[in-house]
C-alpha cells in the first residue's frame, strides 16, 4: 500500500482532523444550518488536501474584504501572518482590524452582524500555517520567529498564560493560590492584563469560581480569598471594567462576604473595590440595592486603621445616591460616625460623610439624641481645616433649623465662645452663609420672644 504524503501522526493533520470533529458536530448538531461551521469545514478539508498531497491549495481569507494575492510584498503579508485571529466564531480577521472594530464599541461580528458571546480573541493556527506555505511556494522569505504584539503591548504567549491561570482556578488549591498570586501581581503592574478580562464574559466568573465554590463549603483560604479580592481591585481600577465587573452577579455578594471575613487587607480591598466601582451612577444603585452597605458600617464601626480610610471613602461614594443614604441611616450609619468623631478618629473623612446624611430627617433627629452638637461646636474651635468647619456648620446649620430643642445649646456656645460670629466673620463663603442664617434664626426667635 503507498504511503501518504503525510503520516496520520503528523500533529498538524491529528490537530485539523480535531478540528474538523467539532465542525461537523456543530454542524450536525444545530437545528438550522450553521453557514459559519460549513465555511470553516471546507477550509479545514482543504488544509487536510494540501498536507495530503504536498500541493497548495487557494484559500480567500476575509479580512473585510482582503484577500490574500501574490501583489502583497512580505512586509504586510507579514503582518497578515502575526496577527490573524479568531473572535467568537469561525471567521478570521486581522488583529489590528478587529481590535479597532471592537475598541470603538461595537460587540457584533463585522461580516455576520450577529451579536458576540465574548470578545477575546482566539490565534488562527491553521491559517498562519497556511499562508506560511503560500508564502514558501511564491518564494517569500519570512524569517524564523515573528513577534506579536497588539496596540496594547501583550503577546499571544502572553495571552495563552493569561487563558491557563484562569484555567487552573478549576484545579486544585495549590495551584488555585499559585494562579490567583500571579494574576493579582500582573494586574497590579500591567494595565493591559487588566484590559484582558474585559475581553470575554466568563473571565472574571472563572476568576472567582474558587471562593463561589468554597462559600458553600464554608472553606475560603484566606490567602486565596486575598489574592483574588485585591485582582478583582485590580480590575475595578481600569474603567472599561467597571460596569462589567460590577455587573457580574457574582462580585458584589463575595466583596460583602470579604467585607465580613478574611485577613484585614482582604476586608480593605473589598471596600476599596466598592470605592472604585461605585465611580459610576449605575453601580452606586446596584451596590445600595445588594445590602453593602450595612458590612460597610460594621467594618467601619471596628474601627481597624488599615481599613478605616477605604471604608469611609467607599460608603461617602455610595451615600451620593438619595437612596443610599436612606440605607445607610437605617443601617445605623449615623451612629457609628458620631461615635468615632466624638473619638476623633479620622474626622475630616467621618464629616463628609456625616454632613451627607444631615439632609436626612432620620439622621438630625439621631444626632440630636448622640448629643453631636458640643461636639461639632468643639471642632469649630479647636480645628484649623476650613473644610471641617464648613461642614461642622452645615450640619449644625440643619439641626438648628429641624430641632428647636438645640437652640439653648447653640446659644450658650454663643454667649460663651462667639464661635458661631466668628465663622460668620473668617470662614468659608459657605461657612459664612451657614453661619449667619444660624446666627438670624437664633436673633429672629429672641426677637419673637420679647415681643411675646
Known sequence: MAKSGVSEGDPKTVELKKEL???VKAIVDEDDVNLEAIDRAQQTLLALKELKLKKPVSLKIHNHQMILRSKYNSRPLLRVLCFMNCLGGYITYDRPFIQKWLKAGNRTCPQTQQVLSHTLLTPNHLIRDVIKQWCKNHGIKLPDSVPCTD????????????????????????EQ????????????????????????????????SPLSHSK????????????????????????NNKKLVAETPMVVPLLMDALRSGTIETRSNAAAALFTLSALDSNKALIGKSGALKP?????????????????????????????????????????????????????????????LSTNQKAIEEMGELDAVPCLLS???ETSCARNKENCIAILYTICFSDRSKWKEIREEESMHRTISQLAQNGTSRAKRKAGGILERLNRAVNLTHTA
Not at 185 to 208: C, H, N, V, W, Y
Not at 222 to 227: I, K, N, R, T
Not at 317 to 330: D, F, T
Request: hydrophobic letters at 45%; one cysteine or more; proline letters at 3%.
Open 296 to 356: 460597610l458600617i460594621n467594618l467601619l464601626d471596628e474601627g481597624n486603621p488599615l481599613a478605616m480610610k477605604d471604608v469611609a471613602s467607599a460608603i461617602f461614594n455610595l451615600c451620593i445616591l438619595h437612596e443610599n443614604k436612606v440605607r445607610a441611616v437605617r443601617d445605623g450609619a449615623v451612629r457609628v460616625i458620631v461615635k468615632k468623631i466624638i473619638n476623633r478618629v479620622h474626622v475630616d473623612e467621618l464629616l463628609s460623610i456625616l454632613a451627607m
Open 151 to 174: 496596540e496594547d503591548g501583550l503577546t499571544e504567549a502572553d495571552r495563552d498564560h493569561f487563558l491557563s491561570l484562569l484555567g487552573k482556578m478549576s484545579s486544585t488549591l495549590l
Open 216 to 239: 458553600w463549603e464554608n472553606e475560603v483560604h484566606p490567602d486565596l480569598q486575598e489574592d483574588l479580592i485585591t485582582t478583582l481591585l485590580n480590575l475595578s481600577i481600569h474603567d
Open 379 to 381: 471642632i469649630i474651635r
Open 21 to 23: 470533529q467539532k465542525l
Open 177 to 208: 493560590k499559585e494562579a490567583a498570586k500571579e494574576l493579582r501581581l500582573l494586574t497590579k503592574r500591567m494595565p493591559s492584563f487588566r484590559a484582558l478580562f474585559g475581553e470575554s464574559l466568563d473571565a472574571i466568573p472563572q476568576l472567582l
